[in-house]
């Protein structure tokens, strides 16, 4: 089981996802823990990384545990728990990023497995339209 943290942060009916360097589909922002860290520590730290900026830590809010094989490693599921949160900052591929993108649900095909089940989520839901 690979255990991560991730930002749902949605404007207008899109959602803020990251593709990494050498990967062909986009991820929620976000990140394996570092040993003894909170999730709230790992997304703060993950996010910071990631995109440059900083998550305001009292806005931190849970919005869902999400399950799926992990993309590229047959047989390993992957747990997704999803926060929204406040931030300051603009957004920018930083780290291991190579782009940001601002996806709609019509984007479902472009993401990892776990991400497929947030997107359908939050379509159900009319977050992601």
């Known amino acids: ?42 997304l703060i730290r993950e996010i910071r990384e990631e995109l440059d900026v900083a998550i305001a830590p009292e806005s931190i809010a849970a919005a869902g545990v999400f399950e799926a094989e992990a993309h590229g490693h047959a047989g390993t599921l992957v747990r997704m728990t999803c926060y929204t949160a406040d931030y300051r900052g603009t957004p920018t591929a930083s780290s291991e990023i190579d782009e940001i993108a601002w996806l709609g649900y019509e984007d479902r095909d472009r993401v990892s497995a776990v991400d497929k089940i947030i997107f359908d ?9």
């Open 121 to 129: 989520h939050l379509h159900e839901t009319g977050q992601l339209t």
């Open 1 to 42: 089981m690979i255990d991560k943290v991730a930002w749902i942060h949605l404007v207008g009916g899109r959602i803020l996802s990251t593709r990494s360097r050498g990967k062909e589909v986009y991820y929620l922002p976000g990140g394996k823990r570092e040993p003894g860290e909170s999730d709230a520590e790992t």
